[in-house]
């Protein structure tokens, strides 16, 4: 396969429920992202690994932890998640973090739908 | 703080031209992306200025102002497949992407 692949594309999950999403990329990158998107808001970036460490927490809650066992997957665990978590996660990767070698591209999954009821 | 403005939604006749506008106000400036998403799909790559003047890329082209804060996505010819959002985002000084809402694009036939 080739690109940015999430799974799973759908998720519904109660609040007490635990879950985790995944995501995998073979295009030989160096740095992987989480980003938030909600209906009519601005991307919202997560966390941030680059070189499969830990660069950046934007201040997420506890309730989501990640982790980045290798540089093509990374994971986003999900615990007592509340309703207003009911958004679409995106995964993206770039060859490396933005910003350390001029325009870096990023390439996105297909994200994965999240409904906390 | 920061700030990236773009219109909620915007809607076209297929085979016209459509501008969508993007202005921005963030601390310091190194670059200026646009992204194309369908919906239910992975938003997509479609330009990056960092100088002023305009890009062309087959039937898209990108505009950048720098001293305005200000760029546009210039679709033509468009084509019923164009319908989707649009995504600015801005490199700020300390290299973080500043991500607009997005432009959502209705095309009508």
């Known amino acids: 396969e080739t690109g940015v692949t999430q799974t799973p594309r759908h998720l519904v999950m109660g609040m007490t429920n635990k879950k985790s999403l995944k995501c995998e990329q073979h295009l030989g990158h160096n740095a992987m992202y989480w980003y938030k998107q909600s209906a009519k808001k601005p991307l919202e970036l997560m966390f941030v690994y680059s070189l499969e460490e830990r660069v950046e927490n934007n201040s997420v809650p506890s309730r989501f932890s990640p982790e980045c066992p290798n540089s093509s997957h990374l994971f986003l665990h999900l615990h007592t998640l509340q309703p207003e978590d009911s958004a679409l996660y995106l995964c993206?990767?770039?060859?490396?973090?933005?910003?350390?070698?001029?325009?870096?591209?990023?390439?996105f999954g297909a994200g994965s739908r999240l409904t906390v009821l | 703080g920061q700030n990236i403005d773009q219109p909620t939604e915007m809607t076209a006749t297929e085979g016209a031209i459509v501008q969508i506008n993007c202005t921005y106000q963030t601390s310091g400036f190194n670059g200026l992306f646009w992204y194309q998403q369908h919906a239910g799909e992975a938003p997509t790559f479609l330009s990056y200025n960092v100088l002023d003047g305009l890009e062309e890329k087959g039937r898209f082209s990108s505009f950048l102002s720098r001293s305005k804060g200000y760029s546009y996505l210039l679709l033509k010819e468009l084509q019923m497949k164009d319908s989707a959002s649009y995504l600015c985002?801005?490199?700020?000084?300390?290299?973080?992407?500043?991500w607009g809402a997005g432009t959502k694009l209705i095309i009508k036939p």
């Open positions: 985002a801005v490199m700020d000084s300390n290299y973080q992407l500043i």
């Open positions: 993206a990767s770039s060859q490396d973090q933005v910003g350390v070698s001029g325009a870096n591209v990023l390439t």
